[in-house]
């Protein structure tokens, strides 16, 4: 079990890839109504699909709740989602060989594990009922007037369109779910680097970039910053392995009048020529929109053999990973990037 405890949400979350279930339960929201069909239209996002990038492993993740009727939270509430597609005898020949990049050897070394199948609690199906609370708390937070946005800034070598050009609007955004791959241009580049790794029995990494609208007041200065409480939830996710705000590590490579973001007034509202600090000074949000760019590794799960040990037999050995895996986890992985995002603002604001 994972838990988050924040200052007004509890947050558990529990089971295992090929475990009969997984599942996720919430304190702090008593009383919010949600929209159902809003909330699976977000979670089919996560789900995977016939793309080329996603894995072949089909699952409903229908969540089962209690504490909820009719939409309505009447206090601590949970969802399961059940496993219905699993297939552990791929993993029969991995017993005692960690997978190399995967938790499984530092999941060895905490809990003495032996067998890695689907990657026990470490396994990115967690994210499903990570993106139900997630999903709920869009909704919440939309009602606030704040929206959470997502979409694919780059795949190996080949980079799109990013906010560091300028912002798009939520709107604009939200529209890339029906062009078939949530890019803002380079589409069929990105498409081909997963493809060509694909065909190579490798995987890709790439970036995702999260914009947040209509958020201003909230964090405070050293460990009650923003910026600190939004990475910390975005490094829940699996795979990703860099957070940056804003202009982020280019800032590094700048002088201050080059980076500094000039304010002015208009039509009575102060606003920012620039948006480099990405919408967060001394962990408070200033109003701009937030912008944060998360960076996800290449899935460890290849068909390439690799090098790595047996432990039972302390001995080096080779592994050859089948199964179904993602070629590249990014697109599916931006709904999760939003719940991340959603969790950290909701428990400030509530």
């Keep these: 079990m994972s838990v988050f405890n ?33 909330l699976a239209e977000f979670t089919e996002r996560r789900k995977a699909t016939d793309s080329v990038y996603s894995t072949s ?8 709740f209690t504490g909820v009727k009719n939409g309505e939270i009447n206090g601590e509430f949970a969802a399961e989602i059940f496993n219905e597609n699993r297939i552990s005898k791929d993993y029969s020949a991995l017993y005692g060989k960690p997978r190399p990049s995967h938790a499984d050897y530092a999941w060895h070394l ?13 396994s990115a199906r967690l994210t499903a009922p990570f993106c139900v609370v997630g999903g709920i708390l ?36 939200r529209a890339l779910r029906d062009s078939g791959f949530p890019s803002l241009d380079k ?51 699996p ?44 962990g408070i949000a200033n109003g701009a929109p937030i912008t944060f760019r998360a960076a996800f590794r290449p899935t460890p799960s290849i068909s390439i053999p690799q090098k790595t040990v047996d432990l039972t037999k302390n001995e080096n050995t080779e592994i050859v ?21 959603a969790i950290a603002i909701a428990d400030e604001i509530l």
């Excluded at 905490?110 to 470490?122: E, I, P, Q």
């Design 110 to 122: 905490k809990d003495g594990a032996l067998d890695f199948s689907g990657g026990g609690r470490f």
């Design 138 to 173: 869009k909704q919440y937070l939309k009602t606030r007037g704040i929206e959470i946005e997502s979409y694919v800034s780059s795949v190996g070598k080949t980079f799109g369109r990013s906010y560091k050009g300028g912002v798009f609007s939520a709107a604009e955004i």
């Design 57 to 64: 492993r089909k699952e409903s993740d229908i969540p089962v």
């Design 6 to 38: 924040g200052k007004k949400l509890r947050i558990e979350i529990y089971g295992e890839s090929h475990a009969e279930k997984t599942g996720v339960s919430v304190r702090g929201l008593k009383g919010f109504k949600f929209d159902e069909q809003a």
């Design 187 to 237: 589409k069929e580049e990105m498409i081909e680097e997963i493809k060509a790794a694909k065909s190579a029995g490798d995987s890709v990494g790439g970036t995702a970039e999260c914009v947040i609208f209509g958020l201003k007041g909230v964090g405070d200065n050293l460990f009650g910053g923003l910026e600190g409480k939004i990475a910390s939830l975005v490094y829940a996710v």
């Design 321 to 341: 990973i089948n199964g179904r895996h993602d070629a590249c986890v990014v697109p599916r992985a931006l709904p999760v990037i939003e719940s991340a995002a």
């Design 239 to 282: 795979a990703v392995k860099g957070v940056e705000f804003g202009d982020g590590f280019d800032l590094a490579e700048m002088r201050g009048s080059k980076a500094n973001d000039g304010l002015y007034i208009e039509n009575g509202e102060v606003k920012f020529y620039t948006n480099r600090a990405g919408g967060i000074n001394g």
